[in-house]
């Protein structure tokens, strides 16, 4: 039987503020054995991106120099230098550092058009071929942090040279 302060409906203030606090003790119990945070960070800590899309971008634009793998084939593996390099430094380079060098004008003076140094350039008869600056590329500047995302999950090897899921 309740005794009868309780049955009167008269608690002591005491039982009140153990009853107001059980939940916050309970809920930080829980918070102490929650792991979600820990799982969140680590996402976070992973590239933004798409690492299927970047598969497609890479395949699209690069994959001609640097190798369906991204190991190197006309141009360096790329593996070892994403490993070590930041998304900020990443896009950077991709896209604005990297360009041709053109070939000397000829003896004339007159400037050489695009048009006119590519093909001696690619045949590797004048001038040098560098890795190009993709700025003005559209498919490349509105994939940059996928193409990102794939090549770090190469050279991070979670994802092999094979096509990822969607």
Request: aromatic share 8%; hydrophobic share 40%; charged share 20%.
């Amino acid at each position: 039987m309740l005794p009868a302060h309780v049955r009167a409906g008269r608690s002591a203030p005491w039982r009140l503020a153990f009853l107001a606090v059980v939940p916050w003790l309970v809920s930080c119990t829980v918070q102490i054995q929650n792991r979600q945070p820990s799982q969140e960070w680590a996402e976070q800590a992973r590239p933004a991106g798409s690492v299927y899309l970047g598969w497609r971008v890479f395949h699209d634009k690069c994959a001609d120099c640097h190798g369906a793998a991204a190991t190197g084939a006309k141009a360096p593996d790329l593996l070892p230098r994403v490993r070590v390099m930041g998304p900020r430094q990443f896009v950077g380079l991709v896209l604005t550092r990297y360009d041709w060098m053109r070939p000397p004008p000829p003896a004339g003076g007159e400037a050489v058009t695009p048009e006119e140094w590519v093909d001696p350039v690619t045949q590797r008869k004048a001038g040098a071929m560098l890795m190009p600056a993709w700025q003005g590329e559209p498919q490349v500047t509105a994939h940059i942090m996928d193409l990102y995302a794939y090549l770090s999950a190469r050279a991070a090897g979670t994802q092999g040279p094979d096509r990822p899921a969607p």
